[in-house]
């Protein structure tokens, strides 16, 4: 017996089947200049179906200092996913952003990286977004200023991954 869906169809290709999601309430910085995973960032899924999809959505806010700016990749288990092609000596990522011109020290910056990926697998998979500073420092969450008053926030940043019927 066939299961009708209420569009009328009766196949389960492109309905979500599950959704983990991880989400960074605190603050993190980083002064290196190698990729590390950002801590609270990181979601495991076992897909049901080896041919099913894995729609991945990141959002993340930060700042970096003087004018410089932190940048992020997306990885697979231990394979950096969804980044730049190789071009002379410049950096591979899923995405750079949070760029300050010094002044004002309270801009936040937001990053969005959306991701249709092909695992291929039912076993465990973790993705999880790495980052590095691209000079300076990095932070996410908040800004550089972050005086504890009312005229300085701090924000949240988030990683979704959603298993999609093929």
């Known amino acids: ?23 960074k309430y605190d603050v993190s910085s980083t002064t290196s200049s190698s990729f590390a995973d950002i801590s609270g960032l990181a979601v495991t899924i076992t897909p049901k179906s080896s041919s099913h999809k894995i729609l991945v959505t990141a959002e993340l806010k930060g700042w970096a200092q003087n004018s410089q700016m932190g940048a992020v990749r997306l990885r697979r288990g231990s394979t ?22 010094g002044s004002p020290t309270q801009v936040m910056g937001t990053m969005v990286i959306n991701y249709l990926d092909s695992p291929s697998t039912t076993s465990s998979t973790t993705y999880k977004l790495r ?20 005229d300085n926030c701090r924000a949240v940043s988030s990683i979704t991954v959603m298993e999609i019927a093929a």
Do not use: F, H, K
């Open 1 to 23: 017996m066939a299961i009708y869906y209420g569009d009328g169809s009766n196949s389960s290709a492109g309905r979500v089947v599950q959704v983990v999601q991880d989400t």
């Open 80 to 101: 950096d996913i969804y980044i730049g092609s190789p071009q002379d000596s410049r950096e591979r990522c899923s995405g750079a952003g949070w760029y300050a011109n």
């Open 131 to 150: 980052w590095r500073r691209l000079s300076n420092i990095a932070w996410i969450n908040r800004t550089s200023y972050d005086n504890n008053d009312a």
